[in-house]
């Protein structure tokens, strides 16, 4: 059975930092593209980094410089490390993985095949 599951979000003050996980089981992460999306409170999902299947990757301009996207093959894991979080930040992350690399940054990650249930990201004072 294939299964994402997403770990690392918790309450964190503005400026901070949080490192999320994404474990991935029944499946090989490497020939996947994979995604991190977030959705806010009343708001659509959104793309936040995609990690693509050359490992080349891509992040939304409201995380750029801040986030970065990672993947360790050997623990079949990708991560997000958040740092300078803003109180906009405050979503529920999802990770996300596709086999034929449809991740993008500009959508929802409607092409994308296999879903976490995701981890609440709180960022507030």
């Known amino acids: 059975q294939l299964q994402l599951v997403e770990s690392g979000g918790g309450l964190v003050q503005p400026g901070g930092s949080l490192r999320l996980s994404c474990v991935a089981s029944g499946f090989t992460l490497d020939y996947y593209a994979i995604g991190w999306f977030r959705q806010a409170p009343g708001k659509e999902r959104e793309g936040v980094s995609c990690m693509h299947r050359s490992s080349s990757t891509n992040y939304a301009d409201s995380v750029k410089g801040r986030f970065t996207i990672s993947r360790d093959n050997a623990k079949n894991t990708v991560y997000l490390q958040m740092n300078s979080l803003k109180p906009e930040d405050t979503a529920l992350y999802y990770c996300?993985?596709?086999?034929?690399?449809?991740?993008?940054?500009?959508?929802?990650?409607?092409?994308?095949?296999?879903w976490g249930k995701g981890t609440l990201v709180t960022v507030s004072s």
């Open positions: 996300a993985a596709d086999p034929q690399d449809h991740c993008s940054v500009y959508g929802r990650g409607n092409g994308m095949d296999y």
